[in-house]
């Protein structure tokens, strides 16, 4: 039973002025998510994967191709019945001083989620404190405000605000990109935690190769508003099969001189390849150019 | 992962607990801001008390006061030239005033506010169709238009500052509108409609406070022009001639000015105070807004060198032909309280020619601040002192900026981290990058040299860049052509903070490519801050790890990768998550999945 | 940038036309006693009725509008109720009075805004003082107030210039600077402390912009960054202020007209206003109106030509 099931998704954003069409974002886009399984969504600036996940929480309205999630379809729900689907799609977003309101307490972030669903009071408080605990900070956090934390311990309040409500399926726009190294790790370890004691799934979005093996099931690469690309995780980030997502992996740079070293000069071995087999084809070759 | 590590930054300060203290506290402690809260207040009570206080009707007249002065038996400050206790007029002008404050900006509060309101959240068409009403609004002669309709809304000074707030509500509408549409664009207003909460509890929860402040502050101002323009009307004569207010005060004083110019100074007077004092509360209370402030020492920028000064200048050879040399750099801050920050302690590095060496450090470890200052190009309130720092053999501590400036762009050259925000919007991209150049050569040579380098980093069409505006380049050509600009005078030492950050993984590839390219070319030496390992394997030739502005260890690239010898950097490379591990565990299936109600 | 011009130009259209139309029909709906006013309390009513029929005034308000929407097309605006002077006339008469005021007091705003903001921004201390000073006494002492006591000083005890009436420039340079420095000084102080303010602001943002730190890296002089950099960036919003702070002068010229006993535009205005003298009242909102588009206009263009982004599209 797939939980979440985007089906040939389009999306453009809304045109400005009556003169042009705006371009299309997302170009019929379809991927698959399993009850407690990660889906990593992995691409550049311009693939649109941000807005793939706006759309699946509703932020972003699709033009075409529909979403369902468990059974039923949520393409353009009305921000009414987006209510009732807050209890089972929630967000982390990627910037940790931006997505917590500098001007409300611990509690009062923590609580608003339950608010929304009408939990008031002393019931909300007592929930509250159960959220720090699981994301391991300490309960006199409650009563500060988001300046005092750092930027690691903001997305565990980021993340313990998406738990709020025990939800089936949490978007994760690029979590862990903010991050020091060292945070970035021990944050990764408390979503694998979470995943493994709640049995929650997660749409995990990042642009960074090496994060997207350690948490993913299943990695989907997309590139200019189209998934190039899906499979296990093993398979996509070892033996890719699509050209772009070969680039991609020779492009990210390895922590080891020796093994960044081969790994550049086996993507310079594709480029030759590629800017020859261009040219034999009749094309002009791929010059110094720059690609973007 | 301990509990000590997570709790440590919870540590409330001093400073932040003064912060909390609250916007109104902080202006009641400004002396201005006081004053002007008891002027005010006291003013208010005068009106207030008008009934009370005044011996005579302001309307009364008695022959035998005309233009009688100040003091006279009962008339405090003296009778007009039409025999009026001018005591009784003032009194009763500051309630006109008052009256015509609350109505003319409280007008153009509501007006403003409600409608920015709906245009800045629910945007789109409403948004574009009251834009421009209101922009319609402001553009309107409003005095004019005032004054001509006067005789049709009824004369009297109410109607006509009713009026006059409606041409006051664009300010506000402006105002709400923007603040309001910063907000719905902020993540956490996002969270919150994922959250399921309602419009209306967005608004309460989220958008009021960011608001808040700023209207108050400009509601204040609105007051005063109200009061302003009031009295101005009232001096050429229009609304209720029959009331007194300041304006009319002063319209005939002015008409009498000769024969008792006194009289034209008591009006002033407390028309001033009034004004004024509304003024000063709402300049102290966007100070106060603003929290508390540092004494910024205006001292021009120079790195000092330190007090001990064993500092001599040094003949190249005693150096040892490093390029750079840095000895014990200190880099700090003057805060509010009057302490000082140390963002960089005790650094000591060196870089020789043609060397490429990688600062790494997460985030507060001072590896941006280190090579700022090695540029001179910290912010003017920085204090830096070290007890060496040559390139190429020649000091730079206690070189005038102008002797810096020199060198930058010459002999030390710099690659940004954001390349749109690095290039100035308003000129060509070409004669940006000259500008540096024409101080060594001519304008025509300059533009070869330029040309050349931007075919060299890459770019397809070198004239097309070289005549575009920045806008029309996308973000991975604008980081080719600021590199091009910093290596344009074939510089000694380039520092590079972050150069491929802010770039997707592909272009980050080509342009460390190029780097190490020209790298090998001009022989230069590098500095590169980063803290991605990656990019340091791939690049660099030695490593600076820096932990909180202080050096942890530093060391040959393949020593710090695979023998570090401190514990921080251990634990820095332990956290670069592992390449060849990929997830295994299967997902787990919760069986009391039935949602998140209870 | 033609686009612009044209749509831009469309809405100053737009904005004339509302406006008068508006203006007439509330000043003509109203229900002022024209008539009554001219002839003075004794008339008679055949006498009001006759006059109402000679002025048009007994017509259905519509056909009033449109028959004087159709004088305007053909540049003429009617005639005085009180002076049967052409309204046309008299508006030109007027406006040289009122411009040149405007004009000179602007000249020194700007000058003294730039200088004072540019300098402020770069190097605060006292002349960040001079510039609160000036703010502050402008908001304080509106510009009646200032106008009375520079008249007073200048005028009336220094005797430097006369007190009142306007010298055309025509008949005497030294003379017309007389009789309107005064008064172009008092609008400016008000206009300089917004301008100056805005300046100072817009300067100290792009100041720490990152591009500005780049500029540097490269070795450009501090002068360059000043003036030819930072000053270029902060002047589309100086340009913006600079629009409103000269509507606000235009309408705070009526003040200081009556004060300096200058025949100008808002003198006229407002012995229309007075006098419930219809069609001159029109005029002159035409007029303010049309002024008003033509100089937002001139911004806007200078505003587009500025930004690159306008400039090459």
Known sequence: MTLLEVDNLRLSYPARGFRKKSPEVLKGVSIEIAPGETLGLVGESGSGKTTLGRAVLGLAAPTGGSIRFAGHDITNTPTKERRGLARDIQVVFQDPYTSLNPALQIADILAEPLIAQGVEGKEARTRVMALLDRVGLPANSADRYPREFSGGQRQRVAIARALALKPKLIVCDEPVSALDLTTQAKVMDLFLELQRETGVAYLFITHDLAVVRHISHRVAVMYRGEIVETGTAAQVTNHPRDPYTQALLLAAPTADPDKQRARREARWKMMREAANATQAQGGTAVSAGVSS | MTVNEVTQPLEVSAQEMKKRAGAMKRLLRNPLGLSSVIIMLALVLLGLLEPVLSNHDPLFASLQHINAPAGTDGWLLGGDQFGRDIWARVLTSINVSLISAVIGAGVGLVFGSIFGLIAGYAGGRADAVLSWIFNLLMTFPSLVLVMVLAPVIGSTYQGMMAIFGLFLAPGIFRLVRNLVQGVRNELYVDAARVAGLSTRRILSRHVLYVVRGPVVISTVFLASTAIGVQSGLAFLGFGSTQTPSFGSMTGDAFANIYTEPMQFVWPSLFLALLSGSLILFGNAYRDALAGPQTVAAKKKHRREAPHEAVTRYEPDGAVGGGLLKLRNLRVSYPQPDGSEKNVVEGLSLDIHPGEIVGLVGESGSGKTQTAFSILGLLPKEARVAADEMRLAGDSLIGVSQTQMRKLRGGVISYIPQEPMSNLDPSFTVGSQLMEGLTKAMSKAEAKQTILALLERVGIADPARTFNSYPHQISGGMAQRVLIAGAVASRPKLLIADEPTTALDVTVQAEILDLLRELQGELGMGVLLVTHNFGVVADLCDRVVVMRNGHLVEEGGVREIFHHPSQEYTQELINSILDEDTVRMDPPVVVAAQAGGKE | ?313
Not at chain 3, 114 to 135: E, F, P
Not at chain 3, 229 to 249: C, D, E, K, V, Y
Not at chain 3, 283 to 310: E, H, I, M, R, T
């Open chain 3, 1 to 313: 940038m033609f686009t612009f011009i044209l749509k831009r130009l469309g809405e100053g259209a737009i904005l004339i036309f509302v406006v008068t139309a508006i203006t007439f029909f509330l000043t003509f709906g109203a229900g002022i006693p024209v008539a009554h006013n001219i002839l003075g309390p004794s008339a008679t009513p055949e006498q009001i009725a006759s006059l109402n029929a000679d002025l048009g005034l007994d017509r259905p308000i519509l056909e009033q509008y449109f028959s004087w929407l159709g004088g305007v097309l053909h540049g003429d605006l009617g005639h005085s109720y009180f002076t049967s002077e052409a309204i046309t006339s008299s508006l030109i008469h007027r406006l040289p009075v009122t411009m040149s005021v405007v004009l000179v007091s602007c000249i020194i705003t700007v000058i003294v805004s730039v200088l004072l903001g540019v300098a402020s921004a770069a190097r605060g201390g006292w002349l960040d003082k001079v510039l609160q000073g000036i703010a502050t006494i402008s908001y304080i002492f509106p510009a009646i107030v200032l106008g009375v006591v520079l008249v007073y000083v200048f005028a009336v005890t220094l005797k430097w210039v006369p007190a009142i009436g306007f010298v055309p420039i025509g008949e005497s340079f030294g003379g017309w600077f007389g009789s309107v420095i005064l008064p172009a000084i008092v609008l400016a102080i008000g206009g300089i402390a917004s301008l100056a303010a805005q300046v100072r602001g817009t300067m100290i943002d792009e100041l720490s912009k990152d591009y500005i730190r780049s500029l540097r890296s490269r070795g450009v002089t501090e002068r360059s960054i000043l003036l030819k950099h930072a000053l270029r960036n902060a002047a589309g919003p100086a340009l913006t202020t600079f629009s409103l702070m000269f509507i606000a002068m235009f309408g705070s010229s009526l003040f200081v007209e009556k004060i300096f006993a200058l025949p100008g535009f808002g003198s006229f205005g407002y012995m229309a206003t007075i006098q419930g003298d219809l069609p001159a009242m029109l005029g002159v909102s035409l007029f303010s109106v049309g002024l008003v588009v033509v100089v937002n206009l001139v911004v806007d263009l200078a505003n587009g030509w500025l930004n690159p982004k306008v400039r090459v599209s």
